[in-house]
C-alpha cells in the first residue's frame, strides 16, 4: 500500500494536516483538502500558493502536475479576499516579526546597562531585611573638609576653569546623589527605586539574574515578613 503524502493547509492562523495519493493529481489533491479545511475553519478558504513543506520554495506548474512524494504546504486564503488586502495582510506580518527581531536585540543591549542597578536594588532590599543596612540620608562634605586652598582642588578647578569654591561643592554634590542612588536613604527612595527596575525588567535580565529578579518581584512579601525593618511602609 502506497504511503500517504502530507498536505498541510494553512489559512486564517490555523494550520490543517491532510493527506493525498502519491500520483494523484495535485490539483484535485489540493481542492479536497481546501475543502476540508474549509469546513474544518468554518470558512470558504481557496488556494492562494502551493509550497514544499521541507524547503518552503514554491511548487511550479502545480495544477498540472501529481502528487510526488514530498509533503506539500497550500497557503490558503479566505475566498473574497482582495489580493491588495493580503498583500497589506503579509506586508504587517513582516513587519511584526522585523520588530519583534528588534525587540530581542534592544534587550540584550539594555542588560549590560542595568545589571548593576538591578543586582544593587535587590541587595539593598536584602540587606536592610536582616538588618544589615538602615534607612539614613548622608552627603559627602569630603572636598569641603579638604579646602579651598587644597593644592589638588586648586589645580583641578584650574584645569576645568571653575572657582575652587564651586569644585568642592560641585564635587560633594556628585558624590552625595552617587550615594543615594546605591544606598537608599529614606523607605520611598526603595520603594521608588524597585518600582522602576522592576518596570524595565526584560526576559534576558530575568535569564542573566534570576534570583535578583524573584526577590524584587516579592519586595511587598520581603516587606511583609520583616516588618521591623520597613515600618509604616508594609500594606496588611
Same mark, same amino acid.
Not at 502551493?50 to 475566498?79: C, K, M, Q, Y
Not at 520588530?99 to 538591578?118: D, K, S, Y
Not at 546623589?177 to 527612595?189: C, F, K, L, W
Given at each position: 500500500?502506497?504511503t500517504?503524502?502530507s498536505?498541510?493547509?494553512?489559512?486564517?492562523?490555523?494550520?490543517?494536516?491532510g493527506t493525498?495519493?502519491?500520483?494523484? @493529481?495535485?490539483?484535485?489533491?489540493? *481542492?479536497?483538502e481546501?475543502?476540508?479545511?474549509?469546513r474544518?475553519?468554518?470558512?470558504?478558504l481557496?488556494?492562494?500558493?502551493?509550497?514544499?513543506?521541507?524547503s518552503?520554495?514554491?511548487?511550479?506548474?502545480?495544477?498540472?502536475r501529481n502528487?510526488g512524494?514530498?509533503?506539500i504546504?497550500?497557503?490558503?486564503v479566505?475566498?473574497g479576499?482582495?489580493p491588495s488586502?493580503?498583500?497589506?495582510?503579509?506586508s504587517?506580518s513582516?513587519?511584526?516579526s522585523?520588530?519583534?527581531?528588534?525587540?530581542?536585540?534592544t534587550?540584550e543591549?539594555?542588560?549590560p546597562?542595568?545589571? @548593576?542597578r538591578?543586582r544593587?536594588?535587590a541587595?539593598?532590599?536584602?540587606?536592610?531585611?536582616c538588618?544589615?543596612?538602615?534607612?539614613? *540620608?548622608?552627603?559627602s562634605?569630603?572636598?569641603?573638609q579638604l579646602?579651598a586652598?587644597?593644592?589638588?582642588?586648586?589645580?583641578?578647578? *584650574?584645569?576645568?576653569?571653575v572657582q575652587p569654591?564651586?569644585?568642592m561643592w560641585?564635587?560633594?554634590?556628585v558624590?552625595?546623589?552617587?550615594?543615594a542612588d546605591?544606598?537608599?536613604?529614606i523607605?520611598?527612595?526603595?520603594d521608588?527605586?524597585v518600582?522602576?527596575?522592576?518596570?524595565?525588567l526584560?526576559?534576558?535580565?530575568?535569564r542573566?539574574m534570576?534570583?535578583?529578579?524573584?526577590?524584587?518581584?516579592?519586595?511587598?512579601a520581603?516587606k511583609?515578613a520583616? @516588618?521591623?525593618q520597613?515600618g509604616?511602609s508594609v500594606r496588611s
Amino acid at each position: 500500500m502506497a504511503t500517504l503524502i502530507s498536505v498541510f493547509v494553512s489559512g486564517v492562523g490555523v494550520v490543517h494536516q491532510g493527506t493525498a495519493q502519491p500520483l494523484q @493529481p495535485m490539483r484535485l489533491a489540493v *481542492q479536497n483538502e481546501i475543502d476540508n479545511a474549509s469546513r474544518h475553519m468554518g470558512c470558504e478558504l481557496r488556494p492562494q500558493s502551493i509550497l514544499f513543506s521541507d524547503s518552503n520554495l514554491p511548487v511550479d506548474n502545480w495544477e498540472g502536475r501529481n502528487v510526488g512524494t514530498n509533503a506539500i504546504t497550500v497557503i490558503g486564503v479566505e475566498a473574497g479576499t482582495s489580493p491588495s488586502l493580503l498583500s497589506m495582510l503579509q506586508s504587517l506580518s513582516k513587519k511584526v516579526s522585523m520588530l519583534e527581531e528588534r525587540l530581542v536585540v534592544t534587550e540584550e543591549q539594555m542588560l549590560p546597562a542595568w545589571t @548593576p542597578r538591578i543586582r544593587n536594588a535587590a541587595a539593598q532590599l536584602l540587606m536592610h531585611a536582616c538588618g544589615e543596612q538602615s534607612f539614613q *540620608q548622608t552627603s559627602s562634605t569630603w572636598f569641603r573638609q579638604l579646602g579651598a586652598e587644597d593644592k589638588g582642588v586648586q589645580q583641578l578647578a *584650574q584645569a576645568m576653569s571653575v572657582q575652587p569654591k564651586q569644585l568642592m561643592w560641585q564635587a560633594d554634590n556628585v558624590v552625595s546623589r552617587r550615594n543615594a542612588d546605591i544606598h537608599p536613604g529614606i523607605q520611598e527612595a526603595l520603594d521608588e527605586e524597585v518600582s522602576m527596575v522592576l518596570g524595565v525588567l526584560t526576559p534576558a535580565m530575568e535569564r542573566a539574574m534570576p534570583w535578583e529578579c524573584q526577590f524584587l518581584r516579592a519586595y511587598e512579601a520581603v516587606k511583609q515578613a520583616f @516588618p521591623q525593618q520597613f515600618g509604616s511602609s508594609v500594606r496588611s
